[in-house]
């Protein structure tokens, strides 16, 4: 019995999944459809034959933004977002063929995986790695390009590796079992104190993790990594890493595995995806080859699509930092030879400071553009004109509250606790270490002070606009110094007793009504060198992301 067929917009896709090319329906219908798109199809691609346009990429699961309104016999489709039959905005598939063509050129030329990622995406992976931005925000698409690239080079610490491009793997030390002192699962194992203490409860209460598996898209594709290096350990170095209803698939295979450093391992692997909907005959003979072959173990991870989208950016972004002059062996069967070349890196939880710069952006803070007015109210939000402000005050007007009315105390501060000044004027030596449980407790994560610097006041990167801030009581002593410091960690103070006494006692007397009686988020401003006016009766409507 025939396939059902689905007519939308005068483009056939099969009737079961709303695709021009399916699997599972043995259907391609782009000869059909490209007669009726080829005169757009020859204007912006006029060096190409009608030939070179039967393997474009398919359009696929249309069903997605299509409903069926039964109207006789064959069934009618209207578009989800505007309710109107064969819409020609939602369903303009010659538009789509040809920038799916040209994204596929792209990928092609630049040796990367064709992938598209939305921007209602790219907000989700990057809330997924601690980066909270409103999927309502209105910064532009680069902007928010840019934060999702910086996220995922904050979240492989790329910024502090001897890693910059071009970069050439095979100037590496290679890692092996018998060199290194321990797996290469340990060693690509990243997290910082707050995911133990919350695996700790998790299990308490008889839990595997804090985070079960396909809930949070950053932690499985941490977690894949993981699988890797396991399979290594295991001299596994093929996987198939496939979502459970087998739309698509990442093929993948580590060639070598290198050292940037002792604790830095460089997974250099070729990698092709497959989808159900498009042919990909590479990955099919691949994957035929290493089951045909006894000796060979495929190492199978379930993914969602959309962490194998995350890590196909990951895999993009570090194959175009390869030095062109580096290549590995490839398959003589030729099953490779379109495989991209890439390499990964351990993935691990961004530190508060790198979450810090990617919350914060200059601008109008529902657009980033260029600021014109503050909220009258509270004169903590910069908007560009009326507009954003109009259209940002629902979100806002929780924290306008709260800063409306406070109570706006100057603080007198100082670099060092008192202690360290103490030692300092005994000609003791002391020094004191602090880290945040966002971060690793690596010596690159860590601040590390001695009595006898020369203590330096902090630049303004505020200016005069209010910034959050946290003020942390110590844990030891009768009148222990409270720190104080932004997300960014621009500015790290303390309040001391034998500085400001009243200041100190007043922020004693609000601790209890922050989290354990340790620690409470205030706005405050600059208001000098060594000053800050802090609003301490007024708590924002909820604790920071930080």
């Known amino acids: 019995m025939d396939e059902p067929l689905a007519i939308i917009n005068s483009f056939a896709f099969c009737g079961a999944h709303g695709c021009e090319y399916c699997h599972e329906c043995y259907a391609d219908h782009r000869l059909t459809n490209n007669h009726q798109i080829m005169d757009q199809l020859c204007a912006a691609f006029p060096d190409l034959t009608e030939d070179h346009f039967l393997d474009r990429q398919p359009i696929s699961y249309v069903f997605d933004k299509a409903v069926a309104r039964a109207s006789g016999k064959e069934p009618e489709y209207e578009c989800k977002e505007h309710h109107i039959l064969d819409c020609s905005t939602c369903f303009d598939w010659p538009a789509l063929a040809v920038e799916d063509m040209k994204r596929q050129a792209q990928s092609k030329s630049a040796k990367v995986i064709a992938v598209d990622i939305t921007r209602e995406e790219k907000l989700q992976y990057l809330y997924s790695m601690g980066v909270d931005l409103p999927l309502t925000t209105r910064l532009p698409d680069d902007a928010i390009e840019k934060k999702f690239r910086s996220a995922i080079d904050a979240s492989q610490s790329f910024a502090t590796l001897n890693a910059k491009p071009p970069f050439d793997p095979s100037i590496l030390p290679p890692w092996s079992k018998t060199t290194c002192k321990t797996t290469l699962l340990k060693t690509v194992s990243r997290g910082n104190f707050e ?122 972004m570090n194959a175009r930092r390869l030095s062109p002059a580096y290549s590995v062996k490839r398959t003589s069967s030729g099953s490779e030879a379109t495989f991209a070349l890439s390499f990964l890196l351990p993935l691990g939880p961004i530190n508060q400071k790198d979450i810090g710069k990617l919350t914060h952006h200059t601008g109008c803070v529902v657009c980033g553009k260029k600021t014109v007015s503050k909220c009258s109210r509270c004169l903590s939000m910069e908007y560009c004109g009326v507009e954003c402000q109009r259209i940002h005050w629902k979100e806002h007007k929780p924290t306008c509250n709260s800063l409306r009315g406070g109570e706006w105390v100057q603080f007198t501060f100082s670099v060092q606790p008192s202690e360290m000044r103490l030692a300092a004027a005994r000609g003791e030596k002391i020094s004191t270490v602090t880290w945040n449980n966002m971060s690793r407790a690596t010596r690159d994560n860590m601040k590390i002070d001695h009595c006898d610097d020369e203590p330096a006041l902090p630049p303004n990167m505020h200016s005069q606009a209010p910034f959050l801030i946290k003020m942390q009581r110590g844990l030891w002593g009768f009148m222990p110094p409270i720190m104080i410091y932004d997300r960014t960690r621009s500015i790290q103070v303390y309040l001391c007793h034998d500085v400001d006494l009243e200041g100190h006692e007043k922020t004693m007397a609000q601790m209890h009504t922050g989290q354990k009686g340790q620690k409470i988020y205030r706005w405050a401003k600059r208001t000098g060198d060594d000053k800050l006016s802090v609003c301490l009766n007024k708590a924002p409507p909820q604790d920071p992301q930080w």
């Not at 804090?210 to 399979?231: H, K, S």
């Not at 699509?305 to 995350?310: D, G, L, N, S, V």
């Open 195 to 316: 995911e133990a203490f919350a695996n700790i409860r998790a299990r308490r209460e008889g839990k595997e993790s804090a985070w079960p598996l396909f809930e949070n898209t950053f932690m499985d594709a941490r977690q894949t990594i993981m699988g890797l290096a396991d399979g290594i350990d295991n001299g596994v170095n093929t996987a198939l890493i496939q979502d459970k209803d087998t739309k698509c698939a990442i093929c993948i295979r580590v060639v070598e595995v290198r050292m940037l450093n002792e604790e830095t391992p460089v997974m250099v692997v070729l990698c092709r995806r497959g989808t159900r909907n498009a042919p990909a005959f590479e990955t099919i003979q691949w994957a035929q080859e290493l089951m045909s072959n006894e000796q060979s173990t495929l190492l199978k991870v379930t993914a969602t699509p959309e962490e194998q989208k995350f890590l196909i950016a990951v895999l993009n």
